[in-house]
């Protein structure tokens, strides 16, 4: 089990979403990194948010699409 998290670089806090190593993970956040309208949000896999203060607080989502939708309005 992972995270993807999404950080904009300029404010504190982030997205979160659980998920898993895979294939799928790696395009889905290629595809994500792709689409992304600005630079300054971070795109990054993590183990555990509780080892990563310093993208806290974590706004956790439930689906990818509501990630990328909330990703894509940072």
Same mark, same amino acid.
């Given at each position: 089990?992972?995270? $993807?998290?999404?950080?904009?670089? /300029?404010? +504190? !806090?982030?997205?979160?979403?659980? =998920?898993? *190593? !895979? ?9 994500? /990194?792709? =689409?992304?309208?600005? #630079? !300054? *949000? +971070? *795109? @990054? $896999? @993590? =183990?555990?948010?509780?080892?990563? !203060? #310093?993208?806290?607080?974590? =706004?956790?989502?439930?689906? #990818?699409? #509501?990630?990328? /939708?909330? $990703?894509?309005?940072?």
């Amino acid at each position: 089990m992972c995270y $993807v998290v999404a950080k904009d670089r /300029n404010k +504190q !806090g982030c997205v979160a979403l659980k =998920s898993r *190593i !895979g294939k799928h993970l790696s395009e889905y956040t290629r595809s994500l /990194n792709a =689409s992304l309208p600005r #630079e !300054g *949000i +971070q *795109i @990054i $896999v @993590i =183990s555990r948010p509780t080892a990563y !203060g #310093e993208y806290a607080p974590y =706004s956790f989502v439930d689906t #990818e699409e #509501e990630f990328r /939708n909330r $990703v894509l309005a940072m």
